[in-house]
């Protein structure tokens, strides 16, 4: 048996329906924008595996941090200890934050970082006896897996057999393009009740709703109408941070910051799994107290891995190098020159780019859903021309590692066009 076969037997993969999936190809080498299967085919992976990987696979400036730490200090708890690699990550974040992001609170994944956020802002009200236990969110909003991440994201057939288990979460619409008014009045008439305790967002680019962008002026408002209402802000970038939208966080295009910040995906170049939550020190104050009752209580064994740590350090010097700045800007270039030629093929609805994300909207007669017939057809055309591309729905989305190479990438648009003639 190869290895997809043996897969099967005892594998439980992520949003997967076993008994209609077909079988996996099984990854056995990646390198650079490129991965191969046990049979030696290539695929080009257009999507930095779910957004994690923008430096390119097994990259060696990343593996030697990692091997250099596991070889000094592999992990060591963080309750009751520090360590040298936490110390300098939390530094060198102060760097590139928004200024008012005074405090680093280190966790898994990206679910957890958002949860993190949402229990501190309950959190901080129940801790000055203010009644605040809502959030609102976007409809359409994706946040994670686990329970208050699930709550707040929108995206219902994710969520839809835990209704009644999840936290009071109000959704507000999307301000795209024609909706924002509507969209700002509904957040104010919202804030007003006093019920709410934040707003959590993905700022500019909604990723899992299929790369819904929103332009910063309007988040700009929203923010302000919370924080005149002292709703907290929490800015959800587990998938835009770390260049994606062509700034290091889509914060940096705002002029007003959010209150919290969420970091993943990027954050270790897509090697160790880890996340930080960031917090004003307005929010950290709040649980500053001789009451220990008062101390967030929350923590994961893993919290601050040094070997993840020293990870995000060398992937956080590897985006600020001239090289990686102008390869962001190379594939944004290049998007906007296939935008400018795809936009009006019969086929095309609409697109949109926004950094190194290009989003492309296929017409449909009728509604796609999520992981419906036209996304299965397409989904299924890209993997057997060896594109990594996961569509959603009807949206054809490409956010690739930073370093694809100008071939590559043309190979990816040519695939598409291609793919429009079979849909
Ligand atoms: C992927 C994602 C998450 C969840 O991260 P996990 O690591 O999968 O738990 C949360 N928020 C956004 C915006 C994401 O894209």
Known sequence: MNLSERDKKHNWHPYTQHKTAQDFPAIVKGKDALLWDENGKEYIDAIASWWVNPYGHSNTIIADAIYKQLT???????????????VELSEKLMEILPSNQQKIFYSDNGSTAVEIAIKSALQYNYNKGIKKTKV??????FHGDTF??????????FTEAFKGSLLEVVRIPVPTFGNEEKALQVLENLVKTNDFAA???????????????????????????????????IADEVMTGFGKTGKTFATDYLENKP????????????????????FTQEIFDGFYDDDTNKALFHGHTFTANPTG???????????????????????????????????????????????????????TDTAESYYGTMRTKLYNFFIENGVILRPVGNIIYILPPYIITENQLQKVYQTIENALEIV
């Open 309 to 363: 740590c020293a990870a995000a350090l060398a992937s956080i010097d590897l985006l600020h190098t001239n090289e990686m700045q102008d390869n962001i800007q190379r594939v944004h270039q290049s998007h906007l020159t296939f935008e400018t030629k795809i936009k009006n093929h019969p086929k095309v609805k609409t697109t949109r780019v926004l950094g190194v994300i290009f989003a492309l909207e296929v017409k």
């Open 136 to 141: 609102i969110a976007f409809e359409d909003a």
């Open 199 to 233: 707003f959590i967002f993905e700022p500019l680019v909604l990723g899992a709703a299929g790369m819904v962008m929103y332009q910063p002026e309007v988040l700009d408002k929203m923010i302000a109408i919370c924080n005149q209402n002292n709703v907290f802000t």
């Open 259 to 278: 209150d919290m910040m969420c970091l993943s995906k990027a954050l270790t170049g897509g090697t160790i799994p880890m996340a930080i939550t960031t």
């Open 72 to 86: 000094t200090l592999e992990h060591v708890l963080f309750g009751g200890f520090t360590h040298d690699k936490a």
């Open 148 to 157: 208050g991440a699930m709550a707040a994201s929108g995206i219902s057939f």
